[in-house]
């Protein structure tokens, strides 16, 4: 089983909608959890932590589920400029380094 | 801003040579990174460092070294290149652990 496993997508939405991507993860013992953002032949970008409680920045909310060990990503009213691949990223236990484990990433796709 | 630079942008280099791709960041990182990223396969840690002149190997450190002599810079080399290292090389680095990585723009390298 991967670390972390992603549905590669890719996902085509219209402008507007609403989009949810998921991501789960193998070691219950993991202590983060981000989501990053990658646009086509660029550099990954943090997009967001993920808290056990939840969080939220403008359209975008992140959602952590320990007990089924999955994380989740919320997109509100796409734009096109969403479009890109989004990453899903965990990092190891207490002390167990500073390596961060990637998804192989969704692709989403918002259309007009 | 944190800034991360890659050497070179794209790279193409005959089998059996030795190649350099250095890294280096302006914001007193402790932690630096280098990843390959393929398609389908995501990004896999190729080594890392925490310290100067400290490196551990990640998931796939076969074919590969690394040297941090300065804290700043992070350099990646290619003993003899082979045509299955042909990818896109990432550098990151975070300044704790585990933490937020920011990457350099990459470098394409193809191995003929």
């Known amino acids: 089983r991967k670390e972390v496993e992603q549905d590669p997508g890719p996902f085509n939405v219209p402008e507007g909608a609403t989009v949810a991507f998921n991501c789960t993860y193998s070691?219950?013992?993991?202590?983060?959890f981000f989501w990053y953002r990658q646009d086509c032949r660029k550099e990954p970008k943090l997009l967001m932590s993920?808290?056990?409680s939840g969080n939220e920045d403008g359209r975008f909310t992140a959602q952590l589920n320990r007990a089924s060990q999955y994380i989740s990503l919320l997109i509100r009213d796409s734009k096109l400029s969403d479009s890109a691949t989004y990453l899903c990223?965990?990092?190891?236990?207490?002390?167990?380094?500073?390596?961060?484990?990637f998804g192989t990433g969704t692709q989403l796709k918002v259309e007009l | 801003d944190v800034k991360v630079t890659q050497s070179s942008r794209y790279l193409v280099k005959r089998t059996g040579e030795k190649v350099f791709l250095e890294c280096v960041q302006d914001?007193?990182?402790?932690?630096m990174f280098w990843y390959r990223q393929d398609p389908g396969l995501g990004l896999r840690l190729i080594y890392f460092?925490?310290?100067?002149?400290?490196?551990e190997k990640g998931d796939i450190p076969e074919g590969y070294s690394v040297s941090r002599e300065k804290k700043e810079r992070f350099s990646l080399i290619l003993e003899s290149a082979s045509t299955n290292q042909t990818s896109m090389y990432l550098c990151?680095?975070?300044?704790?652990?585990?933490?937020?990585?920011?990457f350099g723009p990459g470098t394409r390298l193809t191995v003929l």
């Open positions: 990223v965990v990092s190891p236990p207490t002390g167990g380094g500073n390596k961060l484990t």
């Open positions: 990151a680095s975070s300044l704790t652990q585990p933490d937020t990585q920011y």
């Open positions: 914001m007193d990182h402790e932690n």
């Open positions: 460092s925490y310290d100067v002149k400290m490196k």
């Open positions: 070691n219950s013992a993991s202590q983060s």
């Open positions: 993920v808290y056990s």
